[in-house]
C-alpha cells in the first residue's frame, strides 16, 4: 500500500510532465488500435472465411464465366457436400463511390451455404415469393438508409438486359443479419433464376462456385479432385479454400500487414523515447530523495519496483484511455464511407494492446529503475 | 528597436547552445518529430505513385472511347464495326497506315505475385499495331516484339517484376494453350507497363470475344480536336460510346485509391503529429524548467519577456525542423522508388507503381514537423516569460 501512495505522489510531483506524457502514451495506443481496425478490415473475411468451404473459379482468370453444369458435377465428387454458384454482377447504384457486392445466387442454396447469415423465416419466404427481390445485409442496408419495400435501381456494367435496358430494378424483401462480429453485411444478393432470365446474354453461365465438404481436413485433397475432374476441359478450374482465396484477394490490394506494422514499429519506437525520457527525468531529478528513501531502509529492490511502478502507472492509464479512445472512433464509424465492408476493434487486439501495455512499462523504466537500484546512498546524498 | 533585436539575438543564441546540455530530451522530441514525418511522407508516397503511374499514362492528345455506362475499360465492349466508325472520327490524327486509333481488347489472367505467391490479376490487353504509334513512350528494352498472329506476348516492365514466371523465355498458360513471352518494354512508368500485350487476334478467340473490342485509344490531332472528335461520336446514331480525354479517364481511375489512401494517410499523420505535439511540449517544459533561474536571471538583467518567448520558440522550431528534415530524408531514402503492386478498383486489374517521395511531400513534411515544433514551443515559453523574477530566482 505505501508503494501506491509513493508512486502516486512521485506522479503528482509534476503534474504537467505526468498528464504530457500520459496523452503522449494514449495517442500511441489510440493509434494502435485504429491502425489494427484498419488491418481488420483489410483481411476481412479470412478469419470468418468457412474451413469447410472451397472457392473453385476459371483458372485463367475470375473475369471468364464456368458452365451451370458444374455443379452437379461437383456434387457428384467423393467429400462434396454441397455446390452452390455465385456470379459477379458488378452494377453501380446511383454513382460509382456507392460501391458493393450484388451477386445472382440461388436462394436455397445460400441459407443452406451460409449459416452465418442469420434471415428470419418471414424474409425467406418474402424472398423466395418475389423473383425481383433481394437479401441485403443490415449494413448495406443502414449505410443508404433503405428500407423493407423499396425498389432500388441498379445500372449493370456488365449485363445488360434482354429488352437492350442497363437499368435493373430490385425489391428490397428481405435482410441479414451476421452471426458474428465479421460478418460481411455489406452484399446485395440477387435470385439467379430472375437475373439468368433477364440477362441479354450468357444463360448458363456462372462466376464461381461455393462448395461445401464433408471433413475440412481433407480440403487440398478434394480441391484437387475437382480440379482434375474439369482438366483439360475448355473450362479448367481453380479450386482453394476459401480463407487462401480470400487472402489472396487482400494480397491484391498490397501487403496491408507490413504497412501497418511497419507504421505501429515508428509509433511505438517514438513512444518509448518520449515515455523512456520521462522516466529517466524523473529518476535524475529525484536522486536525492531516493537515495533518502534507500538510508531510511527500503531495499535496492524496492526502490526499483517503485520506479518500475511509476512507469507501468503511467503507461497503463495513457494506454488504456487510448485504446478505449480508439474502441469508440472505430465505433463512430470507417472513414472511407463504407468502402470496408467490416469495421471494428477485434477482442484479440484489445488483449494485445493490453500486453504491449506492460511491455512498453517495462522498457521504458527499465533503464532508470536500474539506476535507481544501483544508486550508493552516500554518493547520492551528496549530489 | 535594435535593444530588443540584440537581445532575440543572444538569448536565442544562449538558449541554443546550451541545447547540448539537455541532450536526452532534445533527441526523444527530434527523434519522435522525424518518426512522424517519415511515416506521413512514406504512406503518402504511396498515394503520390499510383498518381504518377496514371498520370504519366495519358498522352496529351489522346483520347478514349468507351462503352456509355462504362467506367472503365474492363466493363466497356465495342463491336469491330463501332471499331471502323470510331477510327474513321474528324480530329484523329494520321500517318502513313493511316488513321491513328487502336481498337483494344482488354481481359484480365491470374499470374502469382512474386512477392506472396498467390495470384493476382494481371492486366493481358490485345492490341493491333497502332497500339504503339498511340504510346508515344512504349519501348522494348529486353527480346524483340511478338509476330503478329502467333500466340506470343511481351510484358511491361513492371509486371515482369513484381509477378512470377513473365521473364523473356518463360510463357503463360491459357487454357491448354502455353504462350511464350518474347520481348519487355516500358512506357515511360505508365500504367501499361503493369500489363502482359498479345496480338488482339490471337486473344480474341481465346476469351471468346468474337470480332469485338473494349476501348478504342485515339490520337488527335491537336488537343482542341478533341470537342470535334467527341461531339462527332457521341451524335453518331450508330454508336452508343462515352469519349474521354486520356487524362480524364486515368485520373477517375485513381481516384478510389488516391482517396483512400490520402486519407487514411492523413488521420495517421494527424493522431501522430498530436503524439509528437505532447513530446515536444514536455522537452520544452523540461528545458524551460531546468533554465528557470537563468531566464529569471536575464529577465532581472532587463531582458524582457518578448526575446525570452522568441528564444524557446527558435529551440523548439530548430529541433523540429532538424527532426522534419531527418524523417524526410529517411523516407525518401526508404521509400522514393520503391516498387509495389495493387489493385486497382476501377478496372478490377493488378497496377504496378513506384512509391513517389517528391518535393511537394518532402516540402509539406517539413512544413508539419515546424507546426508541431511551434505548438510545442510556444506554451512553455509563455510559460517561461510569465514567471514573476523573485519567485523564480528562489527555485532550486
Do not use: C
Not at chain 1, 500487414?257 to 511505438?268: E, N, Y
Not at chain 2, 529577465?299 to 522550431?317: K, Q, T, Y
Amino acid at each position: 500500500m505505501k508503494y501506491f501512495y509513493l508512486i502516486f505522489s512521485s506522479l503528482k510531483r509534476k503534474k504537467l510532465r505526468t498528464g504530457l506524457t500520459i496523452l503522449s502514451i494514449m495517442v500511441a495506443f489510440i493509434l494502435f488500435g485504429y491502425l489494427t481496425a484498419i488491418r481488420q478490415a483489410f483481411d476481412a473475411g479470412v478469419e470468418v472465411a468457412g474451413a469447410d468451404r472451397l472457392i473453385v473459379r476459371h483458372k485463367v482468370s475470375l473475369i471468364q464465366l464456368l458452365p451451370q453444369s458444374y455443379e452437379a458435377k461437383i456434387e457428384r465428387i467423393d467429400g462434396v457436400d454441397n455446390a452452390t454458384h455465385s456470379t459477379w454482377f458488378g452494377g453501380v447504384y446511383q454513382e460509382p463511390k456507392n460501391f458493393f457486392a450484388q451477386m445472382p445466387i440461388v436462394p436455397e442454396e445460400l441459407f443452406d451455404m451460409y449459416p452465418e447469415f442469420v434471415i428470419s423465416d418471414e424474409h425467406k419466404a418474402a424472398w423466395l415469393e418475389t423473383r425481383s427481390g433481394v437479401l441485403v445485409g443490415r449494413g448495406l442496408m443502414d449505410r443508404f438508409d433503405w428500407k423493407l419495400g423499396d425498389r432500388i435501381p441498379i445500372n449493370a456494367t456488365i449485363w445488360g438486359k434482354k429488352d437492350g435496358g442497363r437499368t435493373w430494378e430490385f425489391d428490397l424483401v428481405a435482410v441479414y443479419d451476421g452471426a458474428e462480429k465479421g460478418t460481411d453485411t455489406s452484399q446485395f444478393f440477387i435470385r439467379y433464376d430472375f437475373f439468368d432470365e433477364t440477362r441479354a446474354n450468357g444463360q448458363g453461365l456462372v462466376g464461381w462456385y461455393t462448395v461445401r465438404i464433408s471433413d475440412p481436413e481433407r480440403a487440398a485433397e478434394v480441391a484437387a479432385a475437382i480440379d482434375a475432374e474439369f482438366a483439360n476441359s475448355a473450362q479448367e478450374t481453380k479450386a482453394e479454400p476459401e480463407g487462401a482465396f480470400i487472402q489472396g484477394f487482400a494480397n491484391q490490394i498490397g501487403n496491408i500487414g507490413f504497412i501497418i506494422m511497419s507504421i505501429m514499429s515508428a509509433v511505438f519506437f517514438t513512444i518509448l523515447l518520449v515515455a523512456g525520457n520521462t522516466m529517466a527525468y524523473t529518476v535524475r531529478e529525484r536522486t536525492n530523495e531516493l537515495a533518502v528513501l534507500k538510508a531510511i531502509g527500503f531495499t535496492d529492490r524496492g526502490v526499483l519496483g517503485l520506479v518500475l511502478g511509476e512507469s507501468l502507472a503511467l503507461t497503463l492509464v495513457g494506454g488504456v484511455l487510448g485504446l478505449g479512445l480508439a474502441w469508440l472512433l472505430v465505433s463512430m464509424g470507417d472513414p472511407t464511407d463504407g468502402s470496408f465492408p467490416v469495421f471494428y476493434l477485434p477482442t484479440y487486439d484489445l488483449f494485445l494492446g493490453l500486453v504491449l501495455i506492460v511491455a512498453m512499462a517495462f522498457i521504458a523504466g527499465i533503464v532508470p529503475a536500474l539506476q535507481a537500484q544501483k544508486l550508493q546512498i552516500a554518493d547520492a546524498l551528496r549530489r | 528597436m535594435f535593444n530588443w533585436i540584440s537581445q532575440v539575438v543572444s538569448v536565442t543564441r544562449f538558449s541554443i547552445l546550451s541545447l547540448p546540455q539537455r541532450k536526452g530530451s532534445s533527441a526523444a522530441a527530434l527523434l519522435g518529430i522525424a518518426g512522424v514525418v517519415a511515416v506521413m511522407v512514406g504512406v503518402l508516397s504511396i498515394a503520390q505513385g499510383v498518381l504518377k503511374t496514371m498520370q504519366s499514362s495519358a498522352g496529351d492528345n489522346n483520347a478514349i472511347v468507351l462503352r456509355s455506362g462504362a467506367d472503365s475499360e474492363m466493363m466497356s465492349g465495342l463491336g469491330g464495326d463501332d471499331a471502323r466508325i470510331i477510327a474513321e472520327a474528324p480530329g484523329i490524327a494520321r500517318d502513313a497506315s493511316g488513321a491513328i486509333a487502336s481498337p483494344e481488347l482488354f481481359v484480365i489472367i491470374n499470374m502469382p505475385m512474386q512477392s506472396t505467391g498467390t495470384d493476382a490479376n494481371v492486366p493481358l490487353r490485345g492490341v493491333q499495331a497502332s497500339a504503339m504509334t498511340v504510346r508515344e513512350s512504349f519501348k522494348l528494352i529486353e527480346g524483340r516484339m511478338f509476330e503478329w498472329g502467333l500466340n506470343e506476348v511481351i510484358v511491361g516492365k513492371g509486371a515482369r517484376d513484381q509477378f512470377a514466371g513473365l521473364s523473356v523465355g518463360s510463357s503463360i498458360e491459357v487454357g491448354q494453350e502455353k504462350w511464350p513471352v518474347v520481348g519487355v518494354f516500358e512506357a515511360d512508368g505508365g500504367l501499361s507497363e503493369s500489363e502482359i500485350w498479345v496480338d488482339a487476334a490471337v486473344l480474341q478467340p481465346a476469351y471468346r470475344r468474337g470480332n469485338s473490342y473494349q476501348a478504342v485509344y485515339a490520337k488527335l490531332n491537336t488537343r482542341e480536336s478533341f470537342d470535334e472528335f467527341k461531339d462527332s461520336l457521341t451524335s453518331d446514331p450508330r454508336l452508343n460510346v462515352k469519349v474521354m480525354r486520356e487524362s480524364e479517364y486515368y485520373d477517375s481511375q485513381s481516384t478510389t485509391v488516391y482517396n483512400l489512401i490520402t486519407g487514411l494517410g492523413t488521420i495517421i499523420a494527424i493522431i501522430m503529429g498530436l503524439g509528437a505535439v505532447f513530446g515536444a511540449l514536455n522537452t520544452m517544459y523540461t528545458a524551460v524548467s531546468s533554465r528557470t533561474r537563468e531566464i529569471a536571471t536575464l529577465r532581472a538583467l532587463g531582458f524582457r519577456s518578448g526575446p525570452v518567448v522568441i528564444s524557446v520558440v527558435s529551440e523548439s522550431l530548430l529541433l523540429a525542423f532538424v527532426g522534419g528534415l531527418i524523417g524526410a530524408a529517411l523516407a525518401w531514402l526508404a521509400f522514393d522508388g520503391y516498387r509495389a503492386a495493387t489493385l486497382n478498383w476501377a478496372s478490377f486489374s493488378a497496377i504496378t507503381f513506384a512509391f513517389d517521395v517528391n518535393i511537394k511531400l518532402l516540402a509539406q513534411g517539413i512544413i508539419f514537423a515546424m507546426l508541431i515544433g511551434l505548438v510545442g514551443g510556444l506554451f512553455p515559453a509563455i510559460r517561461a516569460a510569465r514567471q514573476p523574477v523573485a519567485q523564480a530566482l528562489r527555485e532550486l
